[in-house]
């Protein structure tokens, strides 16, 4: 090439704003791997396609670099911040040393756009733009051409809408290319195809999915199919723009896994060339007699044919046709089945279904594919993911339940009277921390109730202090298989991260850890307080509980029964008494423990003046026998840990005070069964003399008022002084929990709070979700309210570092899922998010149905029976880390809880068996399956192999069996997670959907690349890529690592 030295040193001396790019790099000269010198330190200007290197930015150019046949190669790691422009001509590379990542971007951007090839991309985009620009400029200038009074009055523009069935996607269809032309005659083909859609109101092109890469064919057809959710705004005038690419190397496409602006093309230097494009109406493909459409492909200039692309319709219902032979070259006569969206084949249609189902499920995703089974027919998988509302609703119902028993429980210990010096101190200190978590609730609450936007919590907020109750990208994913000659099935798996306080830290563990430590040490260290073990205070607890709930219900009761006898009502007499009875019985039962006498006792020694006579321990009553013998142990009399005795305390009060609400309930039973035998024998009179009979009539009512008034109002008097002294003693327990762990009791609470927030978001979902598609299955129902939901949880933390910690909190927070009950109930408005009540250790969740799906329940729910949870939790390391902690760390904290939970979890199944029919199952699923299963389950917990992959597939395949509730979790239910869930999406249809055993890779690789867990990754960290690296993938089990160029630079 000839070129002017003196005009290029001229140019190079140009000022700085006279070039497109410049600063400084280190420069070398590269043959193979092998830097020829060390890097040297260049002041570097791009002007065109001519790089000047100088010294520095006063001197001479020492060397121009023309830009022309090379290309650049950039590295993807997160540290390496050089690039290599490699030249055709064989001359040695260039390397170039950036200061930093963002920089080296920046030049590969403008090195790879500055040479002709560059250029001349850059004119075919904007050729394709014209064209699609000129594909709609035909109705645009229709409408210029109208007068203005008739363009005013058609306002906005009219589209024809996609007739569908409701709760169903609106569109669907499939692809397939014949006679792709490649650019060089020996090349194969790797392609995929990118889909776009024209919005006819904004005619702005919207990139919106892709399918998989097909390898080594011209005539490829892919098993990723498109489809548009019941909300996507898509209509007959809608126009759908395909465009197929070649790509050359899989690692280096990274334009498919990150976000580029919709209109913007991908640089032809990103591992990937343009083969041709075609567009199609919506309407054209919906109104087709044979429901396809052949497509020419063209070059962006709009001249050359490449090849033809098919596009198939997905209607509901459509069955196979053809067989799958020659999958890869031969597409023509296949015809793909729309998978069915709901389970119930008669009974509730989707728009019944759809208004509950709603208030609790938003933003769907969906994915179709297909796939060919072992006998070479097709089936049809549609993949979904949706966010959940109940991330955000469950957490504030549950804080706000928090602050109100907080509220309770500070004002129960102000009720506590007049103490003694030191106690009354103590219940300041209290109050004081009290008052202070009490005031952190509530500005998280606050905090909460401003919340707008979407309903999930991405991974990168997992750390926020105001979210820390909100489960970590709680989702719903469900799989509905359609195969030919098998029933249409729904596979559903909540996914979520570990419910975890993170921000709190693991720096000193998690709860297990914790909770353990706090008890040793409350029990082991001195404190100026008495010590009551857990399971007094939580006796404790219930029993206010308990006073809370039966004393408006008793005297609610009492006044009816006032009601009834100034009525004269013999019949709502009755009725009365006997709820009457029933609460008193249950009121005086809550009492008849050793603790209450005991904390009596406790508290008027507390009393200002009382002085300490002997000391006891604190018991149970079910603890009385056997704590006597030890009573007198020197260890128990040296701390202030037990109850002082004091000799002027009448210690039988208690049970006067007690037992005179019986004795005012018997009396009342008394008195009214008289009243009772004389309206009988006055009855029998009047037959005689009925005149007599009028006169008596006139005054029984009153009578009857009359005599059971001072009745009842002693019963409430008795009530009062037992409800009185009862809250006060209960009271004094909690003070010395409190007391005795300040302040990091209440930090505990405050942790297990978050916790048990999180955990129990994802539960309320799941159980949703089970209900709604087991209305029809009767024998779920009946398991339901006789047995109760298993709830099996897969976790795939390792027992190292901080991720240890996570799997402390996480298991005690599924622990405490055990005390949720749940109750269904007819909804009566047109809210049907859940109602939570109860307190700590207690909750019922109400779950609202709409009439004509509350109909379809058995009896005994509909009753308000409660529902019993049976959660259980198996953990099983995946990452690298695991490997650190099976070879130089413990992996006990992982043992011990898949050991517990396989007890838990045989338990059940023992229930299952005593209390169902053995015909209760699926007709496919024996007994002896089961039995196996769980036995291959012992062996697997047993043996303690590295990262046995078996036991979460065992335990999840078991779970599906009982009918229970699938839930995956990770740090962050984003990548682990993923892998995870699309292994089990491809087992279960090889295991139970014939997937052709050839295909379970590439089945694998579809849903990993092109499906919904993709989209979860870029809806949490805006890129489409897994945060895993080479080294991290090594230490993957085989089957959980992603497909190549789906992984790589990613924020987790």
């Known amino acids: 090439m000839k070129f002017n030295a003196k005009d290029l040193a001229l140019l190079a001396r140009r000022p700085s704003g006279c070039f497109d790019k410049e600063g400084k790099l280190k420069i070398c000269r590269v043959v193979g791997d092998e830097k020829l010198i060390e890097p040297r330190e260049r002041w570097c200007r791009l002007k065109g396609n001519l790089l000047f290197l100088m010294k520095n930015k006063s001197s001479e150019a020492s060397e121009v670099v023309i830009l022309e046949r090379c290309w650049v190669v950039e590295f993807r790691s997160k540290t390496d911040v050089s690039i290599v422009l490699k030249f055709q001509s064989g001359e040695p590379d260039l390397y170039l040393e950036a200061a930093s990542k963002p920089d080296c971007e920046s030049w590969a951007v403008a090195l790879g756009e500055a040479n002709s090839e560059g250029l001349q991309n850059k004119i075919q985009q904007l050729r394709r733009l014209i064209m699609e620009i000129k594909e709609e400029r035909s109705s645009d200038e229709a409408r210029h051409f109208l007068p203005s009074s008739q363009v005013d009055s058609l306002g906005e523009p009219q589209f024809t809408s996609i007739q569908r069935i409701a709760n169903e996607p609106k569109l669907e269809f499939s692809l397939a290319c014949k006679d792709l032309v490649a650019a060089t005659r020996d090349r194969k083909l790797n392609t995929f195809i990118q889909v776009s859609v024209v919005h006819p109101a904004e005619h702005i092109l919207t990139r919106y999915s892709s399918t998989e890469i097909v390898e080594g064919t011209r005539d490829p057809l892919f098993l990723t199919g498109v489809t548009f959710p019941p909300e996507y705004p898509i209509y007959e005038e809608t126009k759908i723009k395909l465009t197929v690419y070649d790509v050359k190397d899989k690692s280096q496409d990274t334009v498919r896994t990150s976000v580029l602006p919709d209109h913007k093309e991908p640089r032809a230097d990103v591992g990937r060339s343009f083969l041709g494009c075609t567009t199609f109406r919506v309407g054209d493909l919906v109104k087709s007699k044979e429901q396809q459409l052949t497509l020419t492909l063209r070059t962006s200039d709009g001249g050359k044919t ?186 559903d798996v909540i996914t979520v991260g570990a419910p975890a306080a993170h921000f709190q830290g693991f720096k000193n563990g998690g709860l297990r850890k914790l909770l353990s430590k706090f008890e040793a040490e409350r029990r082991n260290t001195g404190y100026q307080c008495i010590y009551y073990s857990p399971e007094n205070t939580a006796k404790a607890k219930e029993v206010l509980s308990n006073i809370n709930h039966l004393q408006p219900l008793i005297s609610s009761h009492a006044d009816l029964l006032l009601n009834s006898a100034s009525q004269h009502s013999p019949d709502s007499l009755k009725n009365s008494l006997k709820m009457l009875s029933e609460k008193t019985e249950l009121f005086v039962h809550a009492f008849k423990d050793q603790l209450v006498r005991s904390a009596l006792l406790a508290l008027y020694t507390a009393r200002p003046g009382c002085p300490l006579k002997k000391p006891a321990v604190p018991r149970n009553s079910a603890e009385e026998g056997g704590d006597l013998q030890h009573q007198d142990h020197p ?248 490997t650190l902690a099976e070879r130089f760390g413990d992996t006990t904290l992982q043992e011990n809880i898949n050991q517990e939970n396989l007890e838990l979890l045989k338990e059940y199944y023992k229930l299952f068996t005593e209390k169902m029919p053995p015909d209760c199952l699926p007709h496919f699923q024996e007994q002896n399956d089961l039995k196996g299963l769980l036995e291959n389950l012992h062996q697997n917990i047993q043996a303690k192999k590295r990262k046995n992959v078996e036991i979460m597939w065992l335990a999840a395949t078991i779970c599906r069996k009982l009918n229970g509730v699938r839930f995956t979790c990770c740090k962050s239910a984003k990548d682990r997670t993923s892998m995870s869930v699309t292994l089990e999406q491809c087992s279960i249809l090889r295991d139970e959907h014939q997937l052709h055993k050839d295909f379970f890779i590439r089945a694998l690789d579809c849903m990993r690349r092109e499906g919904c867990r993709i989209e979860n990754v870029l809806k949490n960290v805006k890129c489409r890529k897994y945060a895993f690296n080479m080294i991290q993938l090594m230490a993957f089990p085989k089957y959980y690592r992603p497909p190549e160029g789906t992984y790589g630079k990613a924020d987790t």
């Open 306 to 491: 490449v090849g033809t692309i098919e596009v198939n319709l997905v209607k509901m219902g459509e069955l196979e046709d053809g067989e799958t032979d020659h999958i890869t070259t031969d597409a023509q006569d296949q015809k793909c089945a729309l998978v069915r969206e709901c389970t119930a084949t008669e009974g509730i249609s989707g728009k019944d279904n759809l208004p509950s189902l709603n208030a609790v499920l938003k933003n769907p995703i969906c994915k179709l594919y297909r796939f060919p089974t072992s006998d070479n027919k097709w089936m049809r998988i549609r993949e979904q993911m949706a966010e959940t509302t109940l991330s955000f609703h469950v957490p504030k119902e549950l804080i706000n339940l928090h602050i109100k028993e907080d509220m309770r429980r500070n004002q129960e210990l102000k009720d506590l009277g007049e103490l003694a010096p030191h106690w009354d101190n103590m219940r300041k200190s209290v109050i004081a921390h009290c008052d202070q978590m009490l005031s952190m609730y509530q500005d998280t609450l606050a905090e909460l109730g401003k919340h707008t936007g979407s309903s999930f919590k991405s991974s990168c907020s997992k750390g926020e202090k105001t979210l820390e109750f909100i489960p970590i990208n709680l989702h719903l994913q469900r799989m509905h298989v359609h195969s030919p000659r098998l029933k249409d099935a729904l596979y």
């Open 635 to 882: 260890s128990q009399i040296k701390r202030q840990d037990s109850i002082p005795h004091h000799s002027e305390y009448d210690e039988e009060e208690w049970d006067r005070v007690w037992a005179n609400v019986g004795k005012s309930l018997n009396c009342v039973i008394a008195m009214v069964d008289r009243l009772l035998e004389k309206d009988v024998s006055n009855s029998k009179e009047s037959e005689n003399d009925p005149s007599a009979a009028d006169c008596k009539v006139l005054h029984t009512g009153g009578d009857w008022y009359e005599q059971l008034y001072p009745l009842v109002i002693t019963l409430k008097d008795c009530m009062g002084e037992v409800v009185t002294r009862a809250k006060q003693s209960m009271a004094f327990v909690l003070l010395q929990e409190l007391a005795c762990g300040l302040p990091q009791c209440l930090m505990l609470t405050l942790r297990r709070d978050i916790v048990f927030s999180q955990a129990l978001a994802g539960l309320v979902c799941g159980f949703i979700i089970k209900l709604h598609t087991g209305l029809h299955d009767q024998g779920f129902l009946q398991q339901l309210h006789t047995v109760g939901l298993l709830v099996q949880y897969e976790g795939l933390l390792s027992t190292y570092s901080e991720e240890a910690g996570m799997l402390e909190d996480m298991a005690v927070g599924i622990s405490d899922l055990q005390k949720v009950m749940f109750k269904v109930i007819e909804a009566k408005s047109e809210d049907f998010l859940p109602i939570i009540t109860g307190r700590r250790e207690h909750y019922v969740i109400e779950v609202q149905l709409p009439a004509k799906m509350f109909e379809l329940l058995p009896q005994e729910i509909k009753e308000g029976k409660l529902l019993r949870m049976y959660p259980v939790l198996f953990n099983v390391g995946i990452n690298e880390q695991q």
